[in-house]
């Protein structure tokens, strides 16, 4: 078995590069599928769904590697490549909101912040079966619960760690275009500060499945913060472009599936 913190140091890399090869994903259906791209990230949100599907019996470590790529699929497929269609058909103008320069799909998510209050409440905090540590941690500073997990009740993991990966990606997505333009350097600083922790917390734990699903919402803060450097200049969205970018977007692919494999292995002894 892999011993802290390597294992929360392999979980963290897969979950990181997940991010840039997703998006690349995204990119080649829009370049590739022209007229048809539309289509093109509705099959590619069906493909995660039926890699979820075909995991739901499957063990911890794999259901939640499967549940994390297709809950990426998904979310980059159906809500990030479809918005992009939708601003177009219904000319949704672009905006300026604290100095971010945003196109329609970003006015319509932002837009959904209503929604995602509605699931949070309702699938989390309202949920018996949660086990999520942030939204037990909420419960107990309102010092009230929904009741206790049913004992013995088998965890979908697949499942579970889909619907957490686009819940994750989603509020995410939210809090840095209202809170960054709101805020600014200090909202990218109090992130960065609570990035700081959450990797402490990460190298913690020693149970592969559970540090594959607590890295999660960990490489996707982290990314996130890095995605501001590109859109400031700071450095090329290499993953928005593999022609231009080969070497950078093949070590990011290598550095995913050696870790990858190296955590699989590693569950396996």
């Known amino acids: 078995m892999l011993r802290r913190p390597l294992l929360g140091v392999l979980v963290l890399i897969v979950t990181v590069a997940g991010q840039p090869l997703v998006r690349t994903v995204n990119r080649i259906v829009l370049n590739v599928g022209g007229d048809w791209a539309f289509w093109g990230f509705v099959l590619m949100g069906l493909a995660g769904a039926v890699l979820v599907a075909a995991a739901l019996q499957w063990g911890e470590l794999a259901a939640s590697i499967a549940g994390y790529t297709g809950g990426m699929l998904m979310w980059h497929g159906l809500a990030e490549g479809c918005l992009r269609f939708f601003a177009d058909q219904f000319q949704v103008p672009s905006v300026d909101f604290g100095g971010f320069p945003l196109d329609g799909r970003y006015a319509l998510l932002m837009s959904t912040t209503t929604i995602l209050l509605g699931v949070f409440l309702v699938y989390g905090l309202m949920n018996r079966e949660t086990r999520c540590n942030f939204m037990r941690w909420i419960l107990r500073r309102l010092h009230w619960s ?81 995605e501001v450097g590109a859109f400031f200049g700071a450095y090329p969205e290499y993953w928005k472009d593999v022609l231009a970018y080969p070497l950078a977007n093949l070590t990011t692919l290598l550095l995913f599936g050696a870790a990858l494999t190296v955590v699989i292995r590693g569950q396996e002894t």
């Open 146 to 226: 929904p009741g206790e997990p049913t004992p013995g009740m088998r965890r979908s993991y697949a499942r579970i760690t889909a619907m957490e990966t686009l819940f994750v990606q989603w509020c995410i997505f939210v809090l840095f275009l209202y809170l960054g333009g709101w805020l600014g350097t200090a909202f990218y600083t109090g992130m960065l500060a609570w990035s700081a922790y959450l990797l402490w917390r990460l190298f913690r734990i020693p149970r592969p499945g559970m540090a594959f699903r607590y890295a999660i919402p960990v490489g996707v803060v982290l990314f996130s913060l890095a």
